[in-house]
C-alpha cells in the first residue's frame, strides 16, 4: 500500500468478503462511483512503483482499458475509464475483469517498471522480492 499512497492518488481498499474477483471489482468500483476512472490493483505487487501507478491513472481518458506493459510482458494496475462502469459494476464470480477488457479493448503503455510484472505468489517469490527491497534501501 505504501506505493500506493505514494502516488498521491485517492483509492480505495476493498476488504469486503467476495465470492470472486469479479464481485470484488463490482463492489469497489460501486464504493467509488463518482471517479473519472479505476485501477485494479493486485496486493501482491509489493515492488510496483509510484510513478507507475501515476502513468497509468493519467492515460487519456478517451483510451477505456489501459495496461502497464514492462518488456512485453502485462503488468498492473490496470486501468478502466467510466467508459467501462456499466460493466465492472456487472460483474461476479471468479473471471474478473478479462471480460471487459475484451468488450472494450487494450490499449498498452510501454513501463520501465520490473515491480509491475513481479508479483508474490510463492515463499521463493517473497524472499526474491525482500533481497530486491533491501538492495534498494542501501542505494
Excluded at 498498452?108 to 520490473?114: A, C, F, G, Q, T
Aim: glycine share 8%.
Amino acid at each position: 500500500m505504501a506505493m500506493v499512497r505514494a502516488s498521491g492518488l485517492q483509492y480505495h481498499l476493498e476488504q469486503g468478503d467476495h465470492a470472486g474477483m469479479g464481485d470484488a471489482i463490482a463492489a469497489a468500483v460501486r464504493a467509488c462511483l463518482g471517479a473519472a476512472s479505476w485501477l485494479i490493483l493486485p496486493a501482491d505487487l509489493p515492488l510496483l512503483q509510484a510513478q507507475t501507478i501515476r502513468q497509468v491513472a493519467q492515460a487519456p481518458a478517451n483510451l477505456a482499458v489501459v495496461r502497464p506493459i514492462y518488456r512485453g510482458r502485462p503488468g498492473h494496475p490496470v486501468r478502466f475509464s467510466r467508459l467501462c462502469a456499466e460493466a465492472l459494476l456487472a460483474l461476479s464470480g471468479n473471471q474478473g475483469a478479462a471480460a471487459v477488457v475484451r468488450a472494450y479493448g487494450l490499449t498498452e503503455l510501454s513501463v520501465d517498471d520490473p515491480g509491475c510484472v513481479t508479483d508474490i505468489d510463492t515463499q521463493q517469490d517473497l524472499q526474491q522480492a525482500l533481497r530486491i527491497m533491501r538492495l534498494c534501501d542501501e542505494e
